[in-house]
């Protein structure tokens, strides 16, 4: 499938692993892997097309120091966009990380150096993020004179509350660390430049999960946060209906009923 072949993308570097594993790499590091509009249009093709292709989970990392500095701010000064044009490039940038966050593909993003602006809005758009010592997170907008426009508003406000993102991008204030997890900024840390390691584990073990289970958990909880309560619940029960009988979930479910399947046990 074309969806998944490496030559036929020049911003990111992509390589399948075992399992519908896939590996995805913002491959600009001389430029931070600052978002411009390749970037994203690269993105939402990938994330498109990528459960159809039998992609299973991915890795979402960036080559270099950094993970993203954001839109591609000299592509931004150059272009000098009409507010018109930039509305347009903004719904790219939604289509793209909505695409990835309700697409029902899991992506697990390891995180490292800066996460910042649009940088930050791609990473939230991932289910999953791993962070290590030298990981921040950052919105430089305010200082830059501009203003969000892919998705902090929504998925970093989600993460942490409004009025932390409102000091985020009013004051320049940098997370990170353990306290960027206890935000909810990131799920998991790891020793220096351990995210990738950490992210490689997680995403080998997603991907062992049925798709089919996968796509309700990466597409219906984010809709359902959506709703009113009365609709989720009602939505939850049809997704229910359809992912806990799925004729692959048998073989599951009878290991359980057999004692040869694993049992919850607390972390020693
Ligand atoms: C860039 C970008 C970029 C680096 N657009 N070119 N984002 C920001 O405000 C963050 C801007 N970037 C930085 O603060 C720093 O570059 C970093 C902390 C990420 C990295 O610092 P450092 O010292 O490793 O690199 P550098 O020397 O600043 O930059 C290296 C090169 O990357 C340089 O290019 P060169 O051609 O001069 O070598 C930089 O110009 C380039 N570069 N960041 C373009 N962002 C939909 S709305 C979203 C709104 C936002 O995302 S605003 C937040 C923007």
Redesign the pocket.
Known sequence: NDVVNPDTYERLSISARENGLYVVTLNRP???N???VATIEELIRFFSGARMAGVKAVLLAGEG??FC????????WKADRSPEDFMH??LR?HEAFNKMEYGGVPIIAALK??V????L?LASAAHVRVIDPGTYFA???G??G?????G?TIRVSDMIGKYRMIDMILTGRVYQGQEAVDLGLAQYITGDGGSFAKALELAEKVAQNLPLTNFAICSAVSHMNNMSGMDAAYAEAFVGGIVNTQPAARARLEAFANKTAARVRPNS
């Not at 500095?69 to 931004?76: M, Q, R, S």
């Not at 501009?146 to 892919?150: A, D, E, K, L, R």
């Open positions: 001389s430029k931070r600052a978002l411009d120091d950094h500095a954001g839109l591609d701010l000299v592509e931004h490039v903004c940038w150096g800066a910042v602006g649009g940088g809005e919105l430089p907008e200082q830059r501009i203003f969000t426009g892919g902090a």
